[in-house]
């Protein structure tokens, strides 16, 4: 089986992935420990076969620093990939952080996880049968992530909008087109 049908057997799955963070500064919790991520999706993979691993390089084209989601299927050697431009920061706290944070939302992405905060309509941990509606879109929140990464240059609006995932609603779309 290649390696984008196991991981679309997985994404129907529609893995939850609980809220275990504390944020001590806006008093929330979040969901997205790449630990918590990995612990959930780890049985998922193990039965389809496949490992995950990131990669850090430098683009010999733009010399700027890559870091890349690899996803291996081990019974055909195949593989996909996601790959994100890191933004130049001599802050390693603010670059260790953003690292973390692409990790997460790569993990995410790739696997259509569902997190907490993404939960516009508290269906995420409810059984499946009694889930009746898919919110439409990302949140107003991702979408400015969103926004802020493109003007970043941390990403293209062409690679946003081709991401797996996460649906952009008709107008969410025409917000990034438009950048």
Same mark, same amino acid.
């Given at each position: 089986?290649?390696?984008?049908?196991?991981?679309?057997?997985?994404?129907?799955?529609?893995?939850?992935?609980?809220?275990?963070?504390?944020?001590?500064?806006?008093k929330n919790t979040y969901s997205l420990y790449v630990q918590d991520i990995m612990t959930?999706?780890?049985?998922?993979?193990?039965?389809? *076969?496949?490992?995950?691993?990131?990669?850090?390089?430098?683009?010999?084209?733009?010399?700027?620093?890559?870091?890349?989601?690899?996803?291996? $299927? *081990?019974?055909?050697?195949?593989?996909?990939?996601?790959?994100?431009?890191?933004?130049? *920061?001599?802050?390693?706290?603010?670059?260790?952080?953003?690292?973390?944070?692409?990790?997460?939302?790569?993990?995410?992405?790739?696997f259509n996880l569902l997190v907490g905060h993404d939960d516009n309509d508290g269906q995420?941990?409810?059984?499946?049968?009694?889930?009746?509606?898919?919110?439409?879109?990302?949140? $107003?929140?991702?979408?400015?992530?969103?926004?802020?990464?493109?003007?970043?240059?941390?990403?293209?609006?062409?690679?946003?909008?081709?991401?797996?995932?996460?649906?952009?609603?008709?107008?969410?779309?025409?917000?990034?087109?438009?950048?």
């Open positions: 089986m290649e390696v984008e049908k196991k991981i679309g057997i997985i994404q129907s799955k529609m893995i939850a992935i609980k809220e275990t963070g504390k944020n001590p500064f806006l959930a999706l780890q049985p998922h993979l193990t039965e389809h *076969n496949l490992t995950v691993h990131f990669k850090g390089f430098v683009c010999e084209h733009s010399f700027k620093q890559h870091l890349m989601l690899v996803v291996t $299927d *081990n019974d055909s050697s195949t593989y996909v990939n996601s790959e994100w431009v890191i933004p130049d *920061n001599t802050d390693v706290q603010k670059l260790g952080s953003y690292i973390t944070y692409l990790k997460r939302y790569s993990l995410v992405a790739m995420v941990f409810k059984s499946k049968a009694t889930v009746t509606k898919k919110s439409e879109g990302v949140t $107003d929140e991702q979408l400015q992530e969103a926004i802020s990464m493109i003007k970043s240059g941390s990403i293209t609006k062409e690679t946003l909008l081709t991401l797996k995932g996460h649906k952009l609603s008709d107008s969410q779309r025409k917000k990034i087109e438009s950048l």
